[in-house]
């Protein structure tokens, strides 16, 4: 049996083997989607799984890293890895800003303070000439990873994007585990507490978010790259709404459980579309929303571990 | 002429009669769910989908029995609180004792199930629903023509609103009511059937936006997805109002209905968003709403 | 190393299909024709397109017997749900994955633009029938690309055009505000001042809206004397229905409504609706050819068909027609064939397809009959004049598409 230390290592290698060689059994634009959601729940977790702050906003993190690394790439022409880091640095921004206004508010408020300026965010997308508007910022070029390496062909795109995932997800994986995240895990427990002890929660709660967002604008700048087409789709509320679907159905404050759910949602999506099942989708989507609130509360990872710490410890 | 803010008063006055119609089912709305979010703790993200069930039950029974106007005004709302009784008993209720977002989450996806299943079955594009007979044609009322049936669901609405606040605050099942939510345990000690008491409340709550899809059938399409996009301006309404406040909600209706229009008039294009702006100011400066008592 | 090898091999295929643009009569790819329709096939445009789109296209299918030159046809299809990353998606992924040669349908202008960079930089065909926007032929035009049912130059040169004419001279723009919307009220702008009438006021309204009252109320308050509806499907039903509701035409007011379906007809009712003038791409009922279609339409689907659901079928036979006189289906050799012959159908007459896309065919002013005039369901226009596809769409002298050259 493997000893206790060895197993994530021996999972993480496992899981990167598999991860780089998917491709070759696997459509590669459908695997760089579940990645791109993947990361932008992942994000959307450390907030609600490590701070236990509900956010249902985070659409417009998302589309603000597609629009504004959209709009680089199209009008100045920088290579994309540029284009990528000021549409994260916007984002990032747009999180601080949210936080300082939301983050004293609590529980339900907290959920609609974060709705309110998505909606606004969403507004200015609509109104923004640089937009596009309904018809979406369309033909963002993939360009060419520092001038070099060219990023039209599948497969080159993909390694990038898997290396912006790993990239991702590691920094959370590093933050949870750090001592900044051991503070957020208290907080979540129990905030009174945390602040007794002389912990400044709000600025603890405020980095937290701006981090979030900053990783869920890294999400919606590579998606805007792979699918050169940044759009309303992202800003909308409904994407707030999914981003909430995927987290709970992975595992909430599970480190995998997002990666999951992502996968799980985005290939439902994208397969039970074309069946008979088509006009299904939202109904599937819902059920599965339902039986998770009502039966599977710690989700599908939450659910494994349960029943592995049950099973054989 | 004279002119208020650079438009004739007459346009003026026209434009805010309009947004009181509009606030008046954003009154009924977001009554129901602040009677649910009181009693309950639950914020019911499927009032949207309950405003176009009843909606539906009006257009289907006009359809396949015949059923006018005036009887479907009073048997969609209860067929409507019927279904949510079922699902509170059945569903909502295992979830109490938890945080109040799962009964948020749970909703959600139940709202889904519901648009998603009228969907498949009658479409996105809106079915007609013809104003009734004796409420066509309108008022010339000089600064404008005022559609009857318009000047009906101010009435119809404010009755049912007023009326509800009223058995609330002043009758003893309201007492009762209010006393539930402050402390379940203390009722339930001296006798009165809390559980009973919490599964009519949400089927009132929901029997009020069934209410508020009939009276909006004749002059919206009645769409499966009428209830979605105006759910959300919805709760940004009772969120101002004070969570769980009910005189604040209906007031909070009617004023986000004046403001909504007004800004139809100076900048058409936030007419969806405004609400929203004014739910950010309102939570930085009082954080527990308009209405709302600090925690 | 099986991986190394595969990544070669795929990395050698993809620069082979590259270069190997030359066709050769009977080459196919796959041994198959492959189609795709793409359409909202569940939201507020299905009516006008959606499944009975589909449908269509499998009776052109049918009507070419199922396959062309011994290869069978196959065709897929998806719901783009309105949305242009959706849309996009889907059609990359039906050219990467299930090798297509063409698609059809397309309605939201927004998806149509997003789906047409796909299908050029991949140097696939796509037929696009539900679409309003002209700036798919001009500022967004592309060599794969065929417009061919209307467009929104069409609709305001048709509809503004006659209402200026016939008096209507002050306008009160209503415009979904969307690149949609704005692109029609400026097409509809130009026209109404050429001919002399004048845009008193404009208001532009989110996308979607349920309440059209308060917008409504502002426009009879300008005293225009038409009222210019630049918006689409729900939205346009929407304005109608509180018109009506508000008395508009009883106060001597006009409506112009510049997108109108047969289907938004239909579901409004004549009492509603009648006596407003609009401009078609198709009328069922309009010569023996159209009823005859029209007719084998209605028995599959029990509905008459729209101009979009008439486009889509129009659009595939001449498509499959290109293939079989072609015998291939590489792309720029059926492109070629099918600009090189006329379009000569139930649908249209001596159509065109010109460089930036545009197929160019006759389009018709029609008005809404009177509740006592119409004989049945669907008898549901009167065709007041046939608009020459010459007069009807952008000349290329207007053009802005970078395939014209000047």
Redesign the interface.
Known sequence: MISKSDNPKVLYGVLLGLAILAPLAIYPVFLMKVLCFALFASAFNLLLGYVGLLSFGHAAFLATGGYITGHILTQWGLSTELGIIFGTLAATALGYIFGKLAIRRQGIYFAMITLALAQLVFFLFVQAPFTGGENGLQGIPRGNLFGLISLQDNLSMYYFVLAIFIFGFALIQRTIHSPFGQVLKAIRENEPRAISLGYDVDKYKLLAFTLSAGLAGLAGSTKSVVFQLASLTDAHWHMSGEVVLMTLLGGVGTLFGPVVGAATVVSLQNYLAQGPLGSWVTVILGLIFVICVLAFRSGIVGEIQKFMRKNFE | MTELLGIPPQVLFGQMLIGLINGSFYALLSLGLAIIFGLLNIINFSHGAQYMLGAFAAWLGLQYFGVNYWVALVLAPVCVAAFGILLERTLLRRLYREDHLYGLLLTFGLALIIEGSFVHWFGVSGQPYAVPESLQGGQNLGFMFLPTYRGWIIVASLVVCFGTWYMIERTRLGAYLRAGTENPQLMQAFGINVPLLITLTYGYGVALAALAGVLAAPIYQVSPVMGSNLLITVFAVVVIGGMGSILGSILTGLLMGLIEGLTKVFYPEASSTVIFLVMIIILLVRPAGLFGKEA | MT?TK??LA??VM?AMAATSTLAQAGQYSDDEIRVAYLAD????Y??LSGPGGLEAAKMAIEDIGGSINGKKITI?S??DQN????G??KV??WI??DNIDMVAGMV???VT??VN??VEQKNKISLVSGSAASSITNEYCTPNSIHWVYDTYALAHGTAKAVVQEGGKSWFMLTA????GHALERDVEKVVQENGGEIVDK?????????F???I??A??SGAQVIGLANA??DT??SL??AS???ITQ?GQKLAGLLIFLNDVH???LKVTQGLQLTTGFYWDRTEETRAWSQRYFERTGRMPTMVQAGVYSSLMHYFKAVQAADTDETQAVLQQMRDTPVNDFFAQNGKIRIDGRMVHDMYLAEVKKPADSTNEWDLYKVLRTIPGDEAYRPLSESQCKLVQK
């Open positions: 991986l595969k990544l795929t990395a993809s096939m569940s939201g507020t299905s009516a897929v998806a719901d949305k242009p990353d959706i996009a998606n990359r992924q990467d994955v939201a202008s927004s633009i997003a960079k796909v505000d969307y690149a949609f208001v532009r309204h989110p996308f979607p809206t349920s309440d009252s308060s917008f109320l502002q009879q308050g499907g729900a039903t929407n229905k509180t509701e508000f008395g106060a579901s409004l009712g």
